[in-house]
């Protein structure tokens, strides 16, 4: 794979997502964080969107629910660069019908090179960090180089 760089704005886009077991967990984080986090955009899966919203007054842009194709929307969002950051509370403790669509976001997270918080220390490291609020450059997949590639084999 060949990799380019490309800036992440100082202004993130950034999805939050908590299995049901923690979503006490995220709403009292974005609580915690509310005037940061209200300087970016924010995404979220659809119960854990209009729970944060309602409990911190946050905008969120609200997709799918989880489990009916929420997780698979913010992948897609990942692929297309839309999405600068994960806060993702996964449950280790319970297992979920949607499963396949857990471990597909998360892999879609490394391959685009999104830094990932699946539990509040991590998102407290993440949301301090002074990349937080400043223009960052990263590396992800060439997809032009990809494409031609495989279409020309060389
Ligand atoms: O299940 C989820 C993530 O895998 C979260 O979905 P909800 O925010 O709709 O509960």
Redesign the pocket.
């Known amino acids: 794979m060949q990799y380019k760089t490309v800036t992440a704005a100082k202004t993130k886009s950034i999805a939050l997502?908590?299995?049901?077991n923690r979503?006490d967990e995220l709403i009292r984080w974005c609580q915690q964080h509310r005037q940061k986090l209200a300087a970016h955009k924010l995404f979220?899966?659809?119960?854990?969107?209009h729970l944060v919203a309602e409990k911190s007054s946050l905008k969120v842009e609200k997709l799918i629910?989880?489990?009916l194709g929420?997780?698979q929307q913010i992948g897609a969002l990942i692929s297309e660069q839309k999405i600068d950051l994960l806060i993702?509370f996964?449950d280790p403790l319970a297992a979920?019908p949607?499963d396949p669509?857990?471990k597909a976001?998360l892999r879609l997270a490394a391959v685009w090179n999104i830094p990932v918080a699946c539990n509040q220390a991590s998102a407290d490291f993440i949301v301090n960090s002074p990349l937080f609020d400043r223009a960052y450059d990263k590396t992800i997949p060439d997809y032009q180089h990809y494409i031609k590639s495989r279409v020309t084999g060389k």
């Open positions: 997502v908590g299995h049901d979503k979220a899966t659809g119960t854990s969107g629910s989880g489990p929420g997780d993702f996964w979920q949607h669509d857990v976001l």
